[in-house]
Structures are given as C-alpha cells and as structure tokens.
C-alpha cells in the first residue's frame, strides 16, 4: 500500500523567528518545509503529502502552493491551536489521511546525509508506528527532544522532554504511523507537565499497550530547529556539504581596464571553475586582454556598474558566485575565506576596513574609511532586528550562493556603485544570511576609479549608496513583513 506523507508545520516557533512561520527559514536554497516535502517524496516515494498548518497558514500555502512545483500533490488541515500541542495537529489530519499508513516529519527539522530510504522498507512490517532515534551523548540534547526506552529494537517507553534523562536514545521527528495513533491520541489526555497532547505521549501509550512500536536509528546529521542559534548550525551542515560539490564562478566587471584585467584573471584561474569577464563597452582593448589570460567574456553595452554586475551574475554558471574588482585591489588568496564563510551565510561581503590588510597606497584611511564604516552602520541601524554586523558596504568583493542571488535578483536595479549595498540590503529584508569577512585591499594597479577619484566622486558615491538603502528600508517600513524566501528545492 502506497504511503501518504504528512508534515506538521503549524507552530509559531518565536525563538527561532518571529516575522514569519519557523518551518519558511530558508536552509540551503530552500525552506525548512521544503527540504521535508522532497525528503518524504524522495526517500518513502510518497506522492501526495499533507501538510498541517496554523500559525500564518497562508504563508505556508503560498508557498508550496498546490505541491506541483516539488513534484508532489499537496493538501492541507489546519489546526487552530497548534501550541496546544503535536497531537491536535495529527488529529486535524486524520480526514485526509483516510486510515492508511503514512510517513510524518516535523516541519521544523533538517536532516544531512540521513538513511532515511532504510527507514522506508519498515512499512512492509506490521508495526503499530516506527519512530526514528539516535544515540546522544549529550542528556540536555535529549532533554530538548524525547527520551525512548528500548528492549532491542522494540520500544517499551517513551518520555517527552525528560529533566533527567535515564537513557541516551533520542527520539527525532520522523515516524511511520498507522491508523492506530489515532485511537491512542484520543484515549490520551493533556501532559501534566505542559498541558499539551503530546504526540510522544500517545506512542508511549501504544507502546505499553501493543508492545507494536519500533525504533529505526537514523544516520546523518540532524537539527532540531528551535533557536538562532540551531538555525546556524542546520545552515552550515547544509552548505559544507553543498560546497563540497560546488562550482566557483568569478565576475569580473570592466570598463577601460586593459592594463589590468590579463594580471586578475589569472590570480583567479586556477581557483574557479569559470571567470567570466563583461566588458562594458570598452574601447581600449579590455576584451581581448581578458580572452588571452583566458577568461570567458561577455561584451555588452549597458547603463553601469551595477548593470555589468547583474549581466555578469545573470550568466555566470557557478553554484557560487564571486564578484570582485578588475584594478587588482582584490587577491585570489583571499578566495578560500570567502568561501569557508559561505558553508555560515547566503552572502559573504567583504571589508575594506580591516587597517592590518590594507596595503600601502590604498583610499582606505581617514575620512575615507570613516565614511564607509558609517555607512554600513547606518545599515545596521536601519535593520536592528537583523542578525548583521558590518563595517564596509561598498566592497565589491563578495559571494553568493546561486540560490541566493535567485531571491535578491527582483530587488537589484541600481545601475551604479549603489549596486553593492543594494545588494546587502535586498538579503536583509528577503530574511537571507549576511556574513562579512576581512579582505586584503592593494593599491590599484592602473587607471582610475570610477567611483572614488575624488572627494566629490565619494561624496556622489555616498550619496547614491545610501539613496537606494533608505529607498530599500523603506519598503518595510510600512510593518509588512519581510518577502519569503523562495530558491529551489
């Protein structure tokens, strides 16, 4: 018999978020809910999934939607009280599920690497439920979850949230289910402890009473996401292990730099699977520079800075994507440190205000430096909520996750220097990941800057910088919540 899939996804989850569901954080280019959608589809090859929903339902059916864009068919209970506990949330699905087994994960979960096609074949087992475990040398880890007592493979108790655990299995929030769990769920009342209809309370019942539930140890990583804190870890197990596949790609933007580009292209060669070039209508000779060191180039004629960037961004094949400068202000040694913080953030940016690595020769002292770092603290202070530090927003240097750039990309339309801190701040309010990291920033080796020849051209610069910032802001200012994070599954 065919599995159903269900996914509670009805709780509020304040510690973690508050301007959106806990189940919409966005982990590796997709949402909590999403990543458990395609684990059910892929691993127990269910084809239609209920999702149960609560706390601002609508965005989670926004979201996902009917289920065709993650190849499944999605419907939906709501459960008017999630916080009163798990069980209210099984029991708003039970109509949709029709009395036929089905396979449950929380909505709120990660799992990296897991076995949980394994898990799979337990359905051709007449057990009464299966719940996935693990063994935890930590007891306040199993503290935060559910202890399960084991005779074998059989479980014989389980404990929700126990003070002083007497065992090391921790159960996770994946389960096999079948109809009986809705039996226990009624013959169940509230915890004593927290007033709630605890799931794992009606298991431990239909445990002691079929001595029919099993335990399934379950391989991988796995993250609970309650906290900021279990959000950053979650991301990072995530991104390590896409990075370890990922494809670097290097933009390269260019206007009149013949005498520099040959020298940056190949800093960067050996360290990308591509680096492409777009040249903005130069007429020195920049193009055929850059396909001699043996990049990829693009020659375009657009309105700037910020245009070149995005055709660059827009092109560029990479998995992550790196921007940086063709003066040579910027090194490729500097590379692996972006990168390193991209398994933490959805953008790395640089910093030029790091005083030990700027080289002999560069603007970045006096006033000049001053300027940057109060910029990027008028951005800090325009998002205070925001989980950010910055010191520079106009460093070019920088990389991004593909995905990333597919949620900011609606919100990049300066043509200019402004395209830098626009960038930062369409990640701010699209609730995505801002890491910045010390850069080496050198002398330019020719020409001169567009942006920053003078104290007038700063002055522009600033101006036009912190124009589109507050024009950003001010989208949200009005109490609407941030836009969901969207990427593909």
Not at 35 to 48: G, I, K
Not at 192 to 197: A, F, I, P, T
Request: hydrophobic content about 40%.
């Amino acid at each position: 018999m065919d599995l159903h899939g269900l996914i509670l996804a009805g709780g509020r989850g304040s510690r973690a978020v508050t301007h959106l569901p806990k189940v919409m954080l966005p982990v590796g280019g997709a949402t909590l809910v999403e990543r458990n959608v395609t684990l059910l589809r892929d691993a127990f090859s269910v084809r239609e999934v209920v999702v149960v929903v609560g706390h601002l339902a609508e965005r989670v059916r926004e979201h996902l939607g009917d289920g065709s864009r993650l190849g499944v068919r999605i419907r939906y209970a709501t459960c008017d009280r999630p916080e009163r506990g798990l069980g209210l949330g099984l029991l708003a699905a039970e109509p949709l599920l029709r009395r036929r087994p089905f396979a449950t994960i929380l909505g709120d979960e990660v799992y990296v690497g897991s076995n949980h096609e394994e898990l799979a074949r337990w359905r051709e087992r007449d057990a009464a439920a299966v719940v996935a475990v693990r063994e935890s040398p930590d007891p306040e880890q199993v503290s935060a979850n559910y202890a399960v007592e084991l005779d074998g493979d059989r479980v014989t108790g389980l404990v929700e949230k126990p003070a002083r655990p007497t065992t090391r299995t921790m159960g996770c929030g994946t389960y096999l289910l079948g109809p009986s769990i809705f039996d226990a769920l009624r013959a169940t009342p509230p915890s004593r402890r927290s007033g709630r209809l605890e799931l794992t309370d009606a298991l431990d019942r239909l445990a002691r009473d079929t001595r029919n539930v099993y335990a399934f140890p379950l391989a991988g990583e796995y993250v609970n996401v309650n906290t900021r804190e279990d959000h950053a870890r979650a991301r990072h197990l995530v991104r390590a292990r896409q990075l370890e596949q990922a494809r670097v790609s290097v933009v390269i933007p260019t206007f009149q730099e013949v005498e520099t580009i040959g020298a940056v292209v190949a800093d960067f060669a050996d360290r990308a699977e591509q680096v492409l070039v777009v040249d903005n209508a130069s007429s020195d000779g920049t193009a055929e520079a850059a396909r001699r060191a043996g990049a990829e180039v693009e020659e375009v004629r657009l309105g700037g800075y910020g245009d070149t960037i995005r055709h660059g961004l827009d092109r560029a094949s990479g998995d992550v994507l790196v921007v940086v400068e063709a003066d040579g202000s910027f090194r490729a040694r500097d590379l692996p440190k972006l990168l390193e913080y991209a398994k933490d953030a959805d953008l790395v940016v640089g910093t030029r205000t790091a005083r030990p690595l700027n080289g002999v020769g560069t603007n970045m002292h006096g006033v000049v430096r001053a300027a940057n770092i109060g910029a990027a603290k008028l951005m800090e202070l325009l998002w205070m909520s925001a989980p950010v530090r910055l010191t520079d927003v106009g460093c070019t240097y920088r990389a991004l996750w593909r995905d990333a750039y597919a949620t900011l990309r609606p919100w990049l339309t300066g043509t200019g220097p402004e395209a830098a801190p626009e960038m930062i701040a369409a990640a701010l309010i699209s609730g995505l990941s801002v890491l910045e990291v010390p850069v080496g920033y050198h002398p330019r080796r020719g020409g001169e800057s567009k942006h920053s020849a003078d104290y007038a051209h700063l002055a522009r610069t600033a101006m036009r910088m912190m124009r589109r910032v507050v024009a950003l802001r001010a989208t949200t200012w009005s109490g609407a919540p941030p836009t969901e994070p969207r990427g593909g599954a």
